[in-house]
T-cell receptor, first 113, second 117 residues
Framework: AQKVTQAQTEISVVEKEDVTLDCVYETRDTTYYLFWYKQPPSGELVFLIRRNSFDEQNEISGRYSWNFQKSTSSFNFTITASQVVDSAVYFCALTSNTGKLIFGQGTTLQVKP | SQTIHQWPATLVQPVGSPLSLECTVEGTSNPNLYWYRQAAGRGLQLLFYSVGIGQISSEVPQNLSASRPQDRQFILSSKKLLLSDSGFYLC????????????????FGPGTRLTVL
């Protein structure tokens, strides 16, 4: 069975702090894709990143970075020097071999000024 | 570039009334289309998906239905709303070159917030 676990329900940080959002997944497929989405207060899900199971290179995009480790089935997301605009719900997701997205329950990040 | 639209943005309906939510995609052809519901508490539940005109797959038995009358139009309907139908409804699309595949990235619309009273 496919499953995505985001154990952190809510995280609160002060602006400029670094914060890491955890994501652990379960799948028996050898080929799969992992995703992160951001849901700001407006509600729309914004696509952030997609990684395939054969590429464990870490990725950095501005203040965002992702750490994919197959050995621990984790795909963690770090925001460096957080800003108030980063406040949102963040979802980790996994595609199964059926092509359907399986979402974690989300982590609410609050960045205080 | 591709864009996805949903309307209405918000809707308040009485129990037992009908429902019609619309989703349209621009800038792509033959997309895969999806309807999700997000109830209070954040979880995203896949309701329906479609790989082509008239092709609808249902994920969860309920009093909702979906239709795809045109290539880039996806409609979510109900004949009689229940209180439990309240939630945030999100439409999404992905490239549909080979049906549903694990490589698909889904892009979401702005959502419709439905309150059933």
């Amino acid at each position: 069975a496919q499953k995505v676990t985001q154990a952190q329900t809510e995280i609160s940080v002060v602006e400029k702090e670094d914060v890491t959002l955890d994501c652990v997944y379960e799948t028996r497929d050898t080929t799969y894709y992992l995703f992160w989405y951001k849901q700001p207060p407006s509600g729309e899900l914004v696509f952030l990143i997609r990684r395939n199971s054969f590429d464990e290179q870490n990725e950095i995009s501005g203040r965002y970075s992702w750490n994919f480790q197959k050995s621990t089935s984790s795909f963690n997301f770090t925001i460096t020097a957080s800003q108030v605009v980063d406040s949102a719900v963040y979802f980790c997701a996994l595609t199964s071999n059926t092509g359907k997205l399986i979402f974690g329950q989300g982590t609410t990040l609050q960045v205080k000024p | 570039s591709q864009t996805i639209h949903q309307w209405p943005a918000t809707l308040v309906q009485p129990v037992g009334s009908p429902l019609s939510l619309e989703c349209t995609v621009e800038g792509t052809s033959n997309p895969n289309l999806y309807w999700y519901r997000q109830a209070a508490g954040r979880g995203l539940q896949l309701l329906f998906y479609s790989v082509g005109i008239g092709q609808i797959s249902s994920e969860v038995p309920q009093n909702l239905s979906a239709s795809r009358p045109q290539d880039r139009q996806f409609i979510l309907s109900s004949k009689k709303l229940l209180l439990s139908d309240s939630g945030f409804y999100l439409c999404a699309w992905s490239e549909g070159l080979a049906g549903l595949t694990s490589t698909d990235t889904q892009y979401f619309g702005p959502g419709t917030r439905l309150t059933v009273l």
